[in-house]
């Protein structure tokens, strides 16, 4: 591939630039990037800041112009990527609905289901969350015990889901139940578009080990669907679910920006701290350690930009997202936990005691664990990249 940019892509990426310089958030380009603790004004301010993205054409450049996004080329949605985390700027508060559910809508959803969630989904009007995982359903979702009987014109649902990222702020969830149960346990399985403001469905916080709460469990009694929320055929569901897995891990891959600007941030705090009087950069071990993050986050943006360019020429992504969402994930895993490492026994400290940023570094060590679970834990990504990349068995037992 070429990455050498033309004229007309650095004029994409000036005004992108100009655009985020003037529409971040007051402060936001000065440092001052704290989100609200609150949980309604943190919704609150996602959701104006996904408004102001759609409003200026940049919520979701990649999709389809017909969908309202700008039909973006490779090079584009590599500035596009590149823009963001230089400013580092808002995440999305509809990362799930723009990464994961309306591309798959766009693919396999009904006419009428495309026209009722996909724009709501750009303006972060309705906000969506997953329903996959189950207290003995992760990383097998054939095991999954929520079910969805038919009752009349409607579908009543039991049962509990867990992991539930953005669950506490969805509008909507995009859910596995089973409405039947044939000799293969991947059969039988169907997707539901589910209201999640309805009656019978309880949603309770999971407070994570770094105090934050993005993970819920979600309690489904008697809750209700119509054959209209039906994504697919009628329990033909996992088809839909592994296009909906493929969308999520390329998704996670595209992280692989962010971890760039990570390594940065890291160089820089390696530059700033000191042990007895040098900075911590010249010690051996130290650049030793940078050496080696530097040259696996090359080699991670490198697969990246090489599956990436597959993915726009076939027009869906494919098992390489494995690779991608495998390598990203334990790297970050691997770049936080030398950062606090190399901080000594400082790197013990917390909050207003951190030696650098506010405990960035610890917070950000903690959450990563999660990072190799979510989307598919890191064997189930090597079993995928061994069986529909390399060809190889499944392995004894499967």
């Given at each position: 591939?070429?990455?050498?940019?033309?004229?007309?892509?650095?004029?994409?990426?000036?005004?992108?630039?100009?655009?985020?310089?003037?529409?971040?958030?007051?402060?936001?380009?000065?440092?001052?990037?704290?989100?609200?603790?609150?949980?309604?004004?943190?919704?609150?301010?996602?959701?104006?800041?996904?408004?102001?993205?759609?409003?200026?054409?940049?919520?979701?450049?990649?999709?389809?112009?017909?969908?309202?996004?700008?039909?973006?080329?490779?090079?584009?949605?590599?500035?596009?990527?590149?823009?963001?985390?230089?400013?580092?700027?808002?995440?999305?508060?509809?990362?799930?609905?723009?990464?994961?559910?309306?591309?798959?809508?766009?693919?396999?959803?009904?006419?009428?289901?495309?026209?009722?969630?996909?724009?709501?989904?750009?303006?972060?009007?309705?906000?969506?969350?997953?329903?996959?995982?189950?207290?003995?359903?992760?990383?097998?979702?054939?095991?999954?015990?929520?079910?969805?009987?038919?009752?009349?014109?409607?579908?009543?649902?039991?049962?509990?889901?867990?992991?539930?990222?953005?669950?506490?702020?969805?509008?909507?969830?995009?859910?596995?139940?089973?409405?039947?149960?044939?000799?293969?346990?991947?059969?039988?399985?169907?997707?539901?578009?589910?209201?999640?403001?309805?009656?019978?469905?309880?949603?309770?916080?999971?407070?994570?080990?770094?105090?934050?709460?993005?993970?819920?469990?979600?309690?489904?009694?008697d809750a209700v669907a119509y054959d209209s929320d039906i994504v697919g055929e009628l329990d033909e569901g996992w088809r839909v679910m592994i296009a909906l897995l493929m969308h999520e891990r390329?998704?996670?891959?595209?992280?692989?920006?962010?971890?760039?600007?990570?390594?940065?941030?890291?160089?820089?705090?390696?530059?700033?701290?000191?042990?007895?009087?040098?900075?911590?950069?010249?010690?051996?071990?130290?650049?030793?350690?940078?050496?080696?993050?530097?040259?696996?986050?090359?080699?991670?943006?490198?697969?990246?930009?090489?599956?990436?360019?597959?993915?726009?020429?076939?027009?869906?992504?494919?098992?390489?997202?494995?690779?991608?969402?495998?390598?990203?994930?334990?790297?970050?895993?691997?770049?936080?936990?030398?950062?606090?490492?190399?901080?000594?026994?400082?790197?013990?400290?917390?909050?207003?005691?951190?030696?650098?940023?506010?405990?960035?570094?610890?917070?950000?060590?903690?959450?990563?664990?999660?990072?190799?679970?979510?989307?598919?834990?890191?064997?189930?990504?090597?079993?995928?990249?061994?069986?529909?990349?390399?060809?190889?068995?499944?392995?004894?037992?499967?």
């Amino acid at each position: 591939m070429d990455f050498s940019f033309t004229e007309k892509e650095e004029a994409f990426r000036t005004e992108l630039r100009t655009w985020l310089e003037n529409n971040l958030p007051d402060g936001w380009l000065e440092g001052n990037r704290e989100l609200p603790e609150e949980l309604n004004e943190y919704s609150i301010f996602l959701r104006n800041w996904q408004r102001k993205l759609y409003e200026g054409g940049w919520a979701a450049i990649a999709w389809p112009e017909k969908y309202g996004g700008r039909d973006a080329t490779l090079i584009e949605e590599i500035i596009y990527q590149q823009e963001m985390v230089r400013l580092k700027a808002p995440p999305l508060v509809n990362y799930v609905g723009i990464h994961m559910v309306a591309p798959t809508l766009m693919q396999i959803g009904t006419e009428d289901q495309k026209e009722a969630y996909i724009q709501k989904i750009l303006t972060g009007e309705e906000v969506w969350c997953q329903g996959y995982s189950e207290p003995n359903a992760g990383s097998d979702l054939t095991a999954i015990q929520t079910a969805a009987v038919k009752d009349g014109d409607k579908w009543i649902i039991n049962g509990q889901k867990v992991w539930t990222s953005f669950g506490h702020l969805a509008d909507r969830c995009f859910l596995l139940a089973r409405t039947s149960r044939g000799e293969k346990k991947h059969k039988g399985i169907t997707v539901f578009l589910l209201d999640m403001k309805q009656p019978g469905v309880e949603t309770r916080p999971i407070i994570q080990m770094d105090g934050k709460h993005d993970f819920n469990e979600v309690y489904l009694t008697d809750a209700v669907a119509y054959d209209s929320d039906i994504v697919g055929e009628l329990d033909e569901g996992w088809r839909v679910m592994i296009a909906l897995l493929m969308h999520e891990r390329t998704g996670i891959g595209a992280q692989v920006f962010t971890l760039e600007q990570q390594f940065q941030d890291l160089a820089a705090m390696a530059k700033e701290l000191h042990e007895d009087g040098s900075p911590l950069i010249k010690n051996p071990f130290v650049r030793k350690t940078m050496v080696d993050l530097y040259t696996k986050s090359k080699g991670s943006l490198l697969n990246y930009y090489r599956n990436l360019t597959k993915t726009l020429k076939s027009g869906q992504p494919g098992a390489e997202g494995s690779m991608d969402k495998l390598m990203v994930s334990e790297l970050t895993q691997e770049l936080f936990s030398q950062s606090v490492s190399i901080q000594g026994h400082q790197g013990m400290l917390w909050k207003e005691d951190a030696v650098a940023g506010k405990s960035y570094w610890q917070e950000n060590y903690l959450y990563s664990f999660g990072m190799t679970i979510g989307g598919g834990t890191s064997e189930v990504q090597r079993n995928t990249i061994a069986e529909r990349i390399l060809g190889l068995p499944k392995d004894i037992g499967r």
